[in-house]
Structure formats: structure tokens, C-alpha cells
């Protein structure tokens, strides 16, 4: 009897398992003849070469598939059981519909997809180039597209980590009324950030990644001094970016990096007398090889169908 340990930590235990260890009970009574044991994020099985060889080819599948859908249920665990018990037999597993415009599967089954035009020329300049501007108003998808870009990357192992940041300026409120340091005082801030990432990675692997840093959401001001290699690097807000800020920011950008920066020219709130550093790297940037700039606008607005109408009305007003 040899033994052989599988890792499970790059998934969702909770998934893989089942409820009550549903999922895994029905890998463990389709070899009884083998020890499986699952013991924290490891997978121990003991047996003979050809048994450990055949329920290594079913967990490993179990793992692509919750890498790529991050859902799994009982179908899916016999299905690959079968799979690998009855290679002869039909296919059982329940195939999936495969749509280029999809970027992945986030939890419970939800699908993260381009859903305008305007999103999918966003998702192509981020595959085509390493720094991609997404400007326009509230509403766009452009901050949710670019988190599930990232996301995407590093699932793929595309990337090490993701490094999400924004400017720490006052929108109408007082942060020094907050109570906390900086990073606690822009965290309510960052809340449409926290929001994306529940959407697509599994709670528990999500702490993970925010306390390994794997996953890395911090102030603007924090950047300062670093050079981000392998990361995924995505800069929110970036209107309230003063001409510094903004070429310290570009600046930071390491080896095999990619940056996308998101924001909305008609909600600055920096003081009157200071410009907007993202409307100053359009002009300064645009026509560099490897820089893209995509204009989303009311066409792409996601939300109640009113978003769209009171972004219009905004706009006339503003001419």
C-alpha cells in the first residue's frame, strides 16, 4: 500500500466537499478497496498504484472544473467518477455552453460576462495591451469588468497577485471624521471593490488571498516606492488622481504586469485648482503603442434602466 497527498488549497473546500461531506463521500464509496482522507486543505489517499492513479484523475478534474466554474454539486462528482470508472461509456458530465464573451464563473454559478460592445473593446484592449484607460459614467461596468479581468488572470495563474487601489479624496464627506488609519478610513470606500470580488471567489478562498496578499486593496497613497511585478493592477476612481499621483501610479508597473485604470471625467471632486490627472494622461498618452483608451457611455449602463436616463439628463445639463 503506497499513499499519495493531493493539495486543495486553489479551491473551495466547501464546494468540493458538499454539504455534510456529501460530495466527497460519494468518491470515497466508489473505491472502497482505498483510504481517501480529507484532513484541512490536503487530500491523502492510500491504496494500490492503479486506485490512487484512478481517483487522482477524478479529483484532478473536480479541480479544473472549480477553478474554471466555481460551482460543483453531486452530478458533477458522479459524473466524473463515472467518467474515469467507465471511460468506454457515454459522456455524463453536463456540459457547459462556452461563450467568448464569458470571463468566468463566480459563485453559485453566476456568470461574468462583456455585456455591451463597449465592455467586450474593453475586454479586448486588456488582452492586447498591458495599460487600458476605461472612462465613463456610473453604471458602465467598467470598475466590475476590469475586477473580473483580473480575476480571470489570476485563475489562470496569468498573474501573481492583484493589487487593487484609488485615490483617497473626500467625495462630499470627511474622512478625518472616520474613526481608524487610512487604509480603515478608505475601506467603506472600497466597498464596490469588496462587492465584485464576493461575486466571483468563494468566501473563505477570498480571506485567504486578502490576508496572503494574494489579493491586495489598499489607498493610493500606499503604492508609493514599489515596483509591482506579476501583478494585476487596477486603479479605481482614477478622475480624483492629481498629474503626480497618476505618473506615479503608471510608473509603479513591473515586469509581466498589467494595469487597468477606471474612471468618470464628470464626477471630480479634487479642488478647482488642481487637474485631473486622468484627464491629463488621455491627452499625454493617447497613441502610445501597448496604451488603450475605451469610452464607455449610457449605452452600457447595466443597472435600473432609470441609471441611464438620469446619466443622460446629467449630461445635457452639463453642456
Known sequence: MIEKNISLSEISLIEFLGVSNAHF????????????????????????????????????????????????????????????????????????????????FGN???????????????????????????????????????????????????VKKIIITRPAVEAGENLGFLPGDLKEKIDPYLRPIYDALDDMIPAEKLKFYLENRTIE???LAYMRGRTLNKAFILLDEAQNTTSMQMKMFLTRMGIQSKTIITGDKSQVDLPKNQTSGLGEAERILSGIHGISFVELDGSDVVRHRLVRKIIEAYGKQDK
Not at 492503479?50 to 459524473?79: G, P, R, Y
Not at 454559478?109 to 460592445?117: C, N
Request: charged share 20%; proline share 4%; with cysteine.
Open 25 to 104: 463521500q460519494l468518491l470515497v464509496d466508489a473505491f472502497p478497496q482505498t483510504k481517501i482522507i480529507s484532513r484541512g486543505d490536503q487530500l491523502t489517499i492510500r491504496g494500490s498504484d492503479d486506485q490512487i492513479a484512478l481517483v487522482e484523475a477524478i479529483v484532478n478534474q473536480c479541480i479544473q472544473h472549480l477553478n474554471k466554474h466555481s460551482t460543483f454539486t453531486a452530478i458533477h462528482m458522479k459524473a466524473y467518477i463515472d467518467s474515469v470508472l467507465n471511460p468506454t461509456g457515454e459522456e455524463t458530465v453536463t456540459p457547459w455552453v462556452e461563450d467568448k464573451d464569458v470571463l468566468l
Open 108 to 158: 453559485k454559478g453566476i456568470v461574468i460576462k462583456a455585456k455591451t460592445p463597449n465592455q467586450r473593446k474593453l475586454v479586448d484592449a486588456a488582452i492586447e495591451n498591458d495599460i487600458v484607460f476605461a472612462i465613463g459614467p456610473a453604471g458602465t461596468g467598467k470598475t466590475y469588468t476590469a475586477v473580473a479581468l483580473a480575476v480571470k488572470a489570476l485563475k489562470n495563474k496569468e
Open 217 to 219: 486593496i489598499a489607498p
